[in-house]
């Protein structure tokens, strides 16, 4: 007998998400590439969208990755080397090292770097060959890629470079690359530095002096005495950034010489000193014939002389006046209390009164006030208005009272000045 039980029509199974395909979009399923497009917009759910087609198809997918690397979108490239760092660094070594022997100079850097944070071993062969005969963004990347290998093969290659490479775009550029890399390259440079022609000597001391190496500082002394105006210019750099007692000895010489600029890049040096013993030839440097060299010195003692203020305190008593003129200046700049009462006594002498009533401003004491104000009705009009400047600076809470006194001076710089500067009272007020 027949069966006619009645069999219930099977229900149909939901259809699957499509897989995304490799290619170029089209109907059907979506394309890797639009998918990536679309991720792009969301980081951090990136990974979790990208990485299991990535696994699923590596074949067609890595390589459609590695393009991200060409694109002008610094987001995708970031993102997409966050995951050969991360969930696909396996992956990684076999995709790209073929880029660091390629064509592409930015997908060359990304490689470069990628595999360099993975510390591949397999990459220094190739990253030490693109150091020569490359487009100079190649060589650059190349560098800073090396530069991440603690390998000897890896050093050596950079040491060669430096020493042989003749792009002069290249060395100069190498320089910050490889500050990195001084505790390693400067003893390795001062070792072969003798031996050395005077081209390289002096791409050599302009790395030394770049990162102000210690270990430098007898080269430096030796050829700057020996060699002041050409290769010793990169010594007197490399020793101002050193700073220390022998440096400062080593420098001072170098004032008594008949060039101008030689002693004016010496005073400069001296001051990034980080010792006192460099304010008294600055000071000395204040009666240097060239203007330029006597202005560089004010500066210089504005920047060092806060480490020897009583050493200026002494000289001011016994200076000329053109060494008066420049102490009286930089004695301002620094702004040490221990300079109110040598200061204020210097308005006594009208002719330095110019230079103490602005110096007494940029010390920022207001207990200069009442040292200044006397000067309000000078008879000189640009003493009057020199010394409402001066009070200005000095935060006083009756500053916009003194002000309106002189908006009736009879000079109208001084009313100006005036008016000024209580409109700017008002405006902080």
Known sequence: MANDRTVPAATPAAPAAPTPRAGAGGSGAPSFVE????????????????????????????????????????????????????????????????????????????????LADLQCPEAVPPLVRALSGRPTPTVLAALRALARFDRPEAREAILGFFLTARDEVQIASSIRILAGLATWLVPKLLERYPALDNPRRAWVL??????????????????????????????????????TAPAVQALVPLLGHPEWFLRKKAVEALGQAKTAEAVAPLIKALTDPSVQVRAAAVESLSKVGGRGPAIIVEALAKATHEQKIGLIRAMGQ??????????????????????????????????????LQPFLDD???????????ALAKLKLSNIADLAQSCLEDPNDMVRNAASRIM???HKAG
């Open 334 to 371: 620094i702004r040490d209390r221990a300079f109110l009462p040598v200061l204020v006594k210097t308005l006594e002498n009208r002719r330095l009164l110019f230079f103490s009533l602005d110096a007494l401003g940029d010390l920022g004491l207001p207990e200069a006030s009442e040292a």
């Open 379 to 389: 008879p000189e009009w640009f003493n009057r208005m020199n010394a409402l400047e």
């Open 35 to 114: 998918l990536l497009e679309g991720a792009y917009g969301q980081a951090e759910t990136f990974a979790d969208k990208v990485v299991p087609v990535v696994r699923a198809q590596p074949e067609a997918t890595l390589p459609v990755l590695v393009r991200a690397f060409e694109s002008s979108n610094v987001v995708a490239k970031n993102l997409v080397a966050d995951l050969f760092r991360g969930p696909l660094r396996e992956a990684a070594p076999r995709v790209l090292l073929p880029e660091l022997d390629g064509p592409n100079a930015e997908r060359f850097s990304w490689a470069s770097i990628l």
């Open 206 to 243: 302009k790395f030394l002096a770049e990162i102000g190496a210690d270990e430098a500082l007898t080269t430096f002394a030796g050829t700057l005495a020996t060699d002041p105006c050409e290769l010793g210019l990169f010594c007197i750099k490399g020793l101002g950034k050193i700073g």
């Open 423 to 425: 409109s700017q009272h």
